[in-house]
């Protein structure tokens, strides 16, 4: 066996590996090894740690088949290791301890492959002991000193000065699988963050490993941000030629924008969690953004005039990579360190204009990048928003004409009725009978079905819509609906109506009754009696007929799952409606919904509705419309 798993081909190794695995398997189950065990533990325990070691031939550029076949071999063998870990866990973490030393201390005369491999057994050894990376600083098992030890030895040891792509990228890898370390073993930061930011990290030759480090850096200021406070200047120093940014294409350019947005992101929070007063994070915040700012309005103002479309497109993209990087920034704001704490607010509130501003019809192209900065605005900001409501809705609905951006935006106004409640109504109000209006515009408008991402849009679209109408249910803003006047109102009640009815969709089906029910339950309470006339008239009969006609239609498997909890909104709406209508739903039922049946099933149904709760009602709806099916035929 270790013969065979020692071989110099992998392939040959590999025929065994899987067969070491179970024999480990198997050692584990023992009460306890034998002197010849021990051994045969010890022996192949080095195989392993020697066969992990990358081929002399890895290309680390461009990882081709016999990269991957490698990797996938590695991960066999990795297997093998955990599990001796978990057999032996003393004997595994001295041998790994001696060699990762031994290594280390002389690491300008080993080879990258051996150094590589130190590193690779630090970063596993820690899943071959079950060792929480979070808890690794308070351990005081000798498994876990050691383990802490190699690590704090890593970044002593000024390994990183290698440069090698292999020896670097698992340096970084470490860093951030054991970064809680760093909060108590502070002293070793300033080596670490050095060499983030020079060219062993961020400014490295490889590109591949300069992305990959960007990322983790961007891990590592959210990890350890609140002891990183000390660094912050000389960081953000370092990092400023990286956050420079340019519409043109570069080929010498260091990193690119969607490293950048990492990059950006981590000086957020470094700013946000800098160790000054909240005058000095709004000056940081405003030179960080201001530049971003003027290279944006350059851009805008020289759009219309290039002609070249490819040249067109990247300054497009390019204004949209700069809002994408200000909703960045936005990203380490919370409740305890606010916008408004920060004296923050009025920064973003000025961006949110400039780029509400660029929007136009003609400059369509940008939406999404507003939409995914306003998102954050919704997160971070609290009143300052409200007076820009009239313009935000009216600014999308002028160029939100399509399925996919009109769905995008129903999104963005569910999430600021459940942010801003009821008090959006006033700021909202002007703007809802336009928004109806768009929708309805867009729904009504011949669509070929047959392209699977038009029908996806679609239904999407659709559910945005009815997630918008139950928020403003949910959040006290009901006003709106009868906003847009009576014509409008009628057609909002009758598409929720036929939402309803459409059985090749459940979820629209479920989102449709559950909004409905909910609505006659708000209804019901005396605050919001107003809004009864315009149920009483348009809704609540219209529903019950819906109800019944659901679960008859074909399509509708009362055996499904997802036609169960349509069930269960219908069970909730003729509760909610008996709550509200009492005698005149019964009425109503037996004369136009169950009219026909035996009176032994109209007089059940009529008593488990009154009487049952939900979930028996919905039991017993499933029994009533299996009946009702064979009594009827299908809608």
């Known amino acids: 066996m270790l013969l065979c798993l020692s071989n110099e081909d992998n392939d040959v190794s590999g025929t065994v590996t899987e067969f070491c695995h179970q024999y480990v398997l198997l050692l584990k189950q023992l009460p306890q090894l034998g002197e010849q065990q021990r051994e045969l533990v010890k022996q192949l325990m080095f195989v392993v740690l020697n ?47 001696s060699l990762v030393t031994d290594t280390l201390r002389n690491w300008q005369s080993r080879s990258h492959q051996v150094i590589e491999l130190a590193l690779s057994l630090v970063y596993i050894v820690g899943e071959a002991l079950t060792i929480n990376p979070g808890n690794l600083c308070a351990s005081t098992d000798e498994k876990a000193i050691k383990l802490k030890n190699m690590i704090l030895l890593v970044v002593a040891s000024g390994v990183s000065q290698s440069r090698h792509i292999a020896v670097n990228l698992e340096y970084f890898e470490i860093i951030c699988r054991y970064d809680k370390l760093f909060a108590t073993e502070t002293q070793a930061i300033p080596e670490v963050l050095a060499s983030f930011l020079d060219d062993r990290g961020v400014r490295h030759s490889s590109k591949r490993l300069r992305s990959r480090v960007v990322y983790l850096f961007a891990r590592f200021v959210k990890a350890q941000k609140s002891v990183l406070h000390e660094h912050v200047e000389t960081v953000l120093a370092q990092l400023a030629d990286l956050l420079a940014v340019n519409p043109q294409v570069d080929q010498d350019r260091l990193i690119t924008a969607e490293d950048q947005m990492f990059l950006y992101e981590a000086t957020g929070t470094l700013i946000v969690f800098g160790n000054f007063v909240p005058e000095k994070k709004k000056i940081y915040m405003e030179q960080l953004l201001g530049g971003l700012v003027g290279k944006f309005m350059d851009c805008l103002a020289a759009l219309p005039t290039i002609s070249d479309p490819e040249q067109k497109k990247l300054v497009v993209e390019f204004l949209n990579n700069i809002m994408a990087y200000t909703s960045r920034t936005t990203k380490a704001f919370s409740n305890q360190l606010s916008m408004q704490n920060c004296l923050c607010s009025g920064v973003f509130v000025q961006l949110m204009a400039t780029f509400l ?13 507003l939409r995914q900065y306003l998102h954050r605005m919704v997160v971070c900001l609290e009143d300052e928003m409200l007076p820009y409501l009239p313009e935000i809705i009216s600014k999308f609905l002028s160029v939100a004409n399509d399925l996919k951006a009109l769905q995008d935006f129903l999104i963005l106004m569910q999430q600021l009725l459940a942010k801003y409640k009821s008090n959006i109504v006033p700021h909202m109000q002007g703007q809802m009978p336009q928004l109806f209006a768009t929708f309805f ?52 009640i009758a598409s929720l109506v036929g939402f309803c009815l459409q059985p090749q969709d459940h979820t629209t089906q479920r989102q449709s009754f559950g909004t409905i029910q909910k609505l006659i339950a708000v209804v019901g309470k005396a605050e919001k009696a107003h809004h009864r006339s315009w149920v009483d008239e348009l809704l609540w009969k219209q529903t019950v007929v819906a109800c019944f006609q659901a679960p008859t239609m074909e399509g509708f498997d009362l055996t499904d799952a997802q036609c169960a909890l349509v069930l269960h909104e219908i069970a909730q709406c003729f509760r909610q409606i008996f709550a509200l209508k009492g005698d005149e739903f019964v009425s109503f039922v037996v004369g136009n919904c169950l009219n026909g049946l035996p009176q032994q099933r109209i007089d059940e149904f009529i008593q488990l509705t009154k009487n049952s709760d939900g979930k028996q009602l919905q039991k017993y709806l499933k029994k009533f419309f299996v009946e009702l099916r064979q009594l009827r035929p299908s809608s």
Do not use: C
């Not at 003393?90 to 790994?96: F, G, H, M, S």
């Not at 501003?357 to 990048?369: C, H, K, S």
């Not at 239904?459 to 009815?466: G, S």
């Open 51 to 97: 066969k992990y070691r990358l081929p002399d031939d890895y290309d680390h550029e461009r990882e081709g088949e016999n990269e991957a076949l490698f990797l996938e071999y590695r991960k066999e063998v990795k297997l093998i290791i955990t599990n001796l870990g978990m057999l032996d866990s003393n004997l595994l973490v001295a041998t790994i301890d």
């Open 357 to 369: 501003n660029a929007v136009t019809p003609e400059n369509n192209a940008l939406l999404d990048g």
């Open 441 to 492: 515009a867009v729904l009504d408008a011949p669509h070929d079905l047959s392209d699977e991402t038009v029908s996806r849009d679609l239904t999407y679209m659709k559910r945005a819509y009815l997630q918008m109408l139950n928020a403003s249910v949910t959040h006290d803003a009901l006003d709106l609906w009868t906003a847009g006047g009576a014509d409008m109102l009628q057609k909002l």
